[in-house]
């Protein structure tokens, strides 16, 4: 399994990473949620651009973020109303805005929908890696868990578009569901893909794989900060502490 290391900071080895979201609605926000950060056992940064509503331009808000941020890797998301999130972007606008966030500088990792269209997708992936930005190609469903093989073709086609991370996130409607979210993932760890895998199960139901996703093969898990930005996500606090009970020595 390849590796990526951001800042530092190394995804796809020991335990799973903790990320927590900002979710400010204008800079103010974004950067005492970021400082707020700082104090927490989280690892990187997720800035959810689509919370932001203040009219102020995205860019402008970066420079203060990464001098709050200091060293922690950030993580720009902009996650469409189709994936859950609150952006209303059309295509076009969906590929301005995360154009001009590279062209901007100061974010290390680039959320990058998998079912935005394979042609946006791979030219956001090319313009991230121009920037020397890694991808997390990402793909959501909030109303079910897909089949296992549509699962396993989604998270595929991801490293085969040249995403760094792939990251699937799914709603169960079962305990058999959560089930196959870890059997997707560790057959994919096991040697199905070579890229570190970002899975997770929604919801309270599928709460524990933010727990245990790492012992099957997820590199990446989500905590709430301040608020949470998904179904299920565990205060970060908490979610480092049981991290550590479960996976007590770094692999």
């Not at 059309?90 to 079912?115: I, K």
């Not at 709460?207 to 301040?226: E, I, K, N, Q």
């Amino acid at each position: 399994m390849k590796t990526v290391t951001v800042r530092g900071v190394e995804i796809g080895t020991g335990r799973p990473k903790i990320a927590a979201s900002i979710t400010g609605a204008d800079r103010a926000a974004v950067l005492a949620q970021a400082q707020a950060l700082k104090a927490l056992p989280v690892e990187i940064a997720e800035w959810r651009m689509d919370c932001f509503s203040s009219g102020e331009e995205l860019t402008d808000v970066l420079d203060g973020l990464r001098r709050v941020l200091g060293p922690m890797p950030l993580l720009a998301t902009y996650r469409t109303r189709r994936e859950g999130g609150k952006g209303d972007a059309a295509a076009e606008e969906y590929l301005a805005v995360n154009e001009a966030v590279l062209a901007a500088g100061g974010v290390d990792l680039l959320d990058v929908e998998l079912f935005s269209g394979e042609e946006t997708v791979s030219r956001l992936i090319a313009a991230a890696h121009r920037a020397g930005v890694a991808v997390v190609a990402s793909s959501h469903d909030f109303e079910k868990t897909p089949e296992k093989g549509e699962m396993l073709r989604r998270l595929r086609r991801m490293e085969e578009l040249g995403a760094d991370l792939l990251k699937l996130a799914v709603m169960p409607r079962t305990r058999r569901d959560v089930l196959t979210l870890l059997e997707v993932t560790e057959t994919l760890h096991s040697g199905g893909v070579r890229r570190p895998l970002i899975t997770m199960s929604m919801g309270r139901l599928g709460a524990l794989t933010r727990v245990c996703g790492g012992v099957f093969g997820s590199a990446v898990t989500f905590g709430a900060a301040s608020e949470a930005s998904a179904p299920g996500q565990l205060d970060v606090t908490e979610l480092a502490r049981m991290l550590a009970l479960l996976q007590p020595e770094e692999a």
